[in-house]
């Protein structure tokens, strides 16, 4: 592993994912007074979604550091941001429909909606000027 390696994109998505995850616990609705976490107050769809949106932040990162091939990063990046697209539109309709928000949950949106800006920008970070990214300079053939 290389955090060398690590882009601006892959540096926002895994951030984000984390802070979602932390997030999580804070109060997200007033159900009859009484204070929810993110965690009893989004359901469990929900709550598998944005699983899956952490899962693939994280995933972002760790193939981008771990020297995969870039096929893998690319791909990672592409599933982080249509997933994380899709998840960041249910989680605003869920929201909607919350009778209570409160501030965590807002908090949490944007920072769901910080993943999928991550694997956007490590799709348009190309990096060329990297050694790691040079031509390899292969012997000419006879």
Not at 7 to 30: C, K, P, S, Y
Not at 64 to 80: H, N, S, Y
Request: proline share 6%; no cysteine; hydrophobic share 60%.
């Amino acid at each position: 592993m290389d955090p060398t390696r690590l882009r601006l994109g892959e540096i926002v998505a895994g951030t984000a994912a984390a802070a979602l995850l932390l997030t999580l616990l804070l109060d997200w609705n007033r159900d009859g007074g009484v204070r929810e976490s993110g965690y009893a107050s989004v359901g469990w769809l929900m709550l598998l979604l944005l699983a899956v949106a952490v899962g693939l932040a994280i995933a972002l990162a760790v193939t981008t550091a771990g020297k995969r091939p870039a096929a893998i990063p690319i791909g990672a990046a592409v599933l982080t941001t249509a997933a994380g697209i899709l998840i960041v539109l249910a989680l605003a309709v869920r929201l909607v429909f919350l009778d209570d928000s409160l501030g965590g949950a807002y908090l949490g949106l944007l920072f769901a909606a910080l993943i999928p800006v991550g694997g956007w920008l490590a799709m348009a970070d190309e990096r060329t000027d990297a050694p790691y990214s040079a031509a390899p300079d292969l012997p000419r053939r006879p």
